[in-house]
Antibody, heavy 120, light 107 residues
Framework: EGQLLESGGGLVQPGGSLRLSCVAS????????MNWVRQAPGKGPEWVSG????????YYVDSVKGRFTISRDPSKNTLYLQMNSLRVEDTAVYYC?????????????WGQGTTVTVSS | DIQMTQSPSSLSASVGDRVTITCRAS??????LNWYQQIPGKPPKLLID???TLQSGVPSRFSGSRSGTDFTLTISSLQPEDVAIYYC?????????FGGGTKVDIK
């Protein structure tokens, strides 16, 4: 079974930037859609962004459009999320999640998450 | 965007009880509905996809069903290890969206 390991979270001031990484293992990374899902403290999960297996298509939730960029590097089996112009409301645990073989948005493998805190 | 309304928000039941959680979609999502289990401090775990397909390794006491835009997760005999928060999620449209969650604990 596959595994995902996120890194890159931390404390950042409003308006700052962070880049999250997610290293995949145990499955053929470049054949699956990958996603980022976040969970604010005490809240339910919220999908943030998804990228096609080829990397040619990307989708974002409206609240992060123009601020976040998803990308992937098949040579490193790594998914990224570049987060700019961070806001207090972006504070959350960020998970990377693999799309299953049936489509984009069934998340069959999750990482353990990396915590992003946006605060002055 | 598609809204997912989940009920109840919490429940308390005895070991061995039958537990039912409901999720209603704001529009037709066919059977593109998934159920996740989340134990605090852990990531969500996929239990059921396409409304009724149990994932490998998930106990058979879990089951899912659909009636129109209403979906149900049933635990046929609640066990102590089932204490968790359960979320429904539609995978039909972009953005995919989650229900508000149901916290299940033991009475």
């Amino acid at each position: 079974e596959g595994q995902l390991l996120e890194s890159g979270g931390g404390l950042v001031q409003p308006g700052g930037s962070l880049r999250l990484s997610c290293v995949a293992s145990g499955f053929t990374f470049n054949t699956y859609v990958m996603n980022w899902v976040r969970q604010a403290p005490g809240k339910g999960p919220e999908w943030v962004s998804g990228i096609s297996a080829s990397g040619n298509s990307e989708y974002y939730v409206d609240s992060v459009k123009g601020r976040f960029t998803i990308s992937r590097d098949p040579s490193k089996n790594t998914l990224y999320l570049q987060m700019n112009s961070l806001r207090v409301e972006d504070t959350a645990v960020y998970y990377c999640a693999k799309g299953d073989s049936g489509g984009w948005y069934t998340f069959d493998i999750w990482g353990q998450g990396t915590t992003v805190t946006v605060s002055s | 965007d598609i809204q997912m309304t989940q009920s109840p928000s919490s429940l308390s039941a005895s070991v061995g009880d039958r537990v039912t959680i409901t999720c209603r979609a704001s529009q037709n999502i066919i059977n593109h509905l998934n159920w996740y289990q989340q134990i605090p401090g852990k990531p969500p775990k996929l239990l059921i996809d396409t409304a009724a397909t149990l994932q490998s390794g998930v106990p058979s006491r879990f089951s899912g069903s659909r009636s129109g835009t209403d979906f149900t997760l049933t635990i046929s005999s609640l066990q102590p290890e089932d204490v968790a928060i359960y979320y429904c999620q539609q995978s039909y449209g972009t953005p995919p969206s989650f229900g508000g969650g149901t916290k299940v604990d033991i009475k």
